[in-house]
C-alpha cells in the first residue's frame, strides 16, 4: 500500500514508500520516490545479496527513516568508508551509506510498497557474474558513471 501525504500549507503531495526485512523486525519508509534506480552487478553486491545483482535505489538521506527495529540493524564496512546496514536477525539488505554523503542506498527488493521508478543502468558490469547476461536495452557501465 502506498501513503499519499499532503502537506495542508504547501498542498504538494508525495508518496511515502514503505519497506522491511525478511522478518518485519526492521521497518522503514522512503519520503516519494529514489532520485535514481539502478542495477548494480559488484561483486560486493553479488555477495551481500547472493544474487547475480541488487536493484538499488539513491534516497536523499532526509528522505529514509528507519521507523522500527533500528537496534537491530548490523553493520559491515565492506570497502573503507562505505557501510552496509543489514538486519541482524534475518540477515536481509536494507540499506548502505557513507558517511559525508547526502544520500542512502536503499535495497529495492526490501520495498513492500509498490515503486513507479524504473532502473535507468546497469552499473559495475564490468565485474558482472561471467554466467549472467543482460537481457534489456538499458545502458550498461564498466564502473559507476
Known sequence: MVQVNIDEK????SEMLKGSCLCGEVQYEIQGEPKKVLICHCQNCRKASGAAFTTNGLVNRDDFAVTLGEERIAEFEAVPG???????NCGSPIYSLRPAAEFVVVRL??????????????????SKAEWDIIHDDLPQFEERP
Open 10 to 13: 504547501c498542498g504538494w503531495r
Open 82 to 88: 562505505v557501510f552496509r546496514r543489514f538486519c541482524g
Open 109 to 126: 527488493g526490501t520495498l513492500d510498497s509498490p515503486l513507479q521508478s524504473r532502473p535507468s543502468a546497469h552499473i559495475f558490469v564490468g
